[in-house]
């Protein structure tokens, strides 16, 4: 009986890691997506994060004024990174994610983690 329970229990706790590192450490997906740094700032009442708001013009008109856009809201858990997209607010981007399948308090609001950007050239 000792030893069913200990393998019951050895497999419970294997089941449970496996879970948290599939819902809170595996990449979904990861890709770039460009578009206008609209928003970007420090906030949270317990855990503060880095959180950013990026518009993705879908149409343009003749003098590039976007008249169809979609927002993409991310979470950035790099302080030196953050630093970098505050000086940059404003700017046209390319962000490079990764998607998470969930999401931490202290990572970030949203499951989609920045973690590099460049700017677009025009």
């Known amino acids: 009986?000792?030893?069913?329970?200990f393998w019951a229990i050895a497999i419970v706790?294997?089941?449970?890691v496996a879970i948290i590192?599939?819902?809170?450490?595996?990449?979904y997906s990861e890709g770039n997506r460009s578009g206008l740094l609209q928003k970007f700032s420090y906030k949270?009442?317990?855990?503060?994060?880095?959180?950013g708001e990026l518009i993705l013009s879908s149409v343009k008109s003749s003098?590039?004024?976007s008249l169809a856009s979609e927002k993409?809201?991310?979470s950035v858990p790099d302080k030196a990174l953050a630093e970098?997209?505050?000086k940059l607010e404003g700017q046209t981007v390319v962000l490079h994610y990764k998607e998470k399948n969930g999401v931490?308090?202290?990572?970030g609001e949203t499951p989609y983690l920045v973690d590099d950007v460049t700017t677009n050239p025009q």
Request: charged share 20%; no cysteine; hydrophobic share 55%.
């Open 1 to 5: 009986m000792k030893k069913f329970l």
């Open 13 to 16: 706790i294997v089941l449970l």
């Open 21 to 27: 590192y599939w819902k809170y450490s595996f990449t």
């Open 44 to 51: 949270g009442a317990m855990f503060k994060t880095y959180e």
């Open 63 to 65: 003098q590039d004024v």
């Open 72 to 74: 993409f809201f991310f």
């Open 84 to 86: 970098k997209l505050l």
């Open 104 to 107: 931490l308090p202290w990572r």
